[in-house]
């Protein structure tokens, strides 16, 4: 092959090859991010089913309905404030994993749901009571974030 050939064919990968990798290369990373915020999500998913399942293990604590205990034990007391401080600490590693101001429209609809959790929560009034001693030492985007919430539910 003569030196013009390798020389042409320098170019060619030059124009073609370098833009097909940057392509390739680009593709990849962004189906990379997709798979860890896929995953990142499916492992906040399973330890919300692991936290309903304490739930649904403490039924006297009537958590599950809209009604909140009249007079409650200590040892209710007990278990309610644990339970409160294992559902703030789920949400605040969910907000810090998978909130962000600019979220692409998969992102979001995920965020979605945790916020639904949120709000649900937040209209309990005995949750919304213990928010304040629940939320000290959290990080404070995410007190301001969930305090909206619990206050627009308790509208």
Do not use: C
Not at 60 to 79: A, G, I, K
Not at 94 to 116: C, H, I, M, N, V
């Amino acid at each position: 092959m003569s030196l013009e050939l390798w020389e042409l064919a320098s170019y060619m990968v030059t124009v073609v090859g370098l833009p097909l990798a940057i392509f390739v290369f680009y593709f990849q990373q962004r189906k990379e991010r997709e798979n860890e915020d896929e995953e990142v999500y499916q492992m906040l998913s399973d330890n919300y089913v692991a936290f309903m399942k304490v739930v649904l293990a403490n039924p006297d604590l009537r958590l599950r309905t809209r009604s909140t205990l009249e007079s409650p034990s200590e040892e209710q007391l007990e278990r309610l404030t644990i339970l409160y401080e294992m559902l703030i600490s789920l949400f605040e590693r969910a907000y810090l994993l998978a909130y962000d101001e600019d979220l692409t429209e998969k992102a979001a609809r995920r965020w979605k749901s945790w916020e639904d959790y949120m709000r649900d929560w937040g209209r309990r009034g005995d949750f919304r009571r213990e928010l304040p001693a629940l939320l000290r030492g959290e990080d404070p985007d995410f007190v301001k974030h969930i305090q909206q919430l619990a206050a627009e539910e308790a509208e």
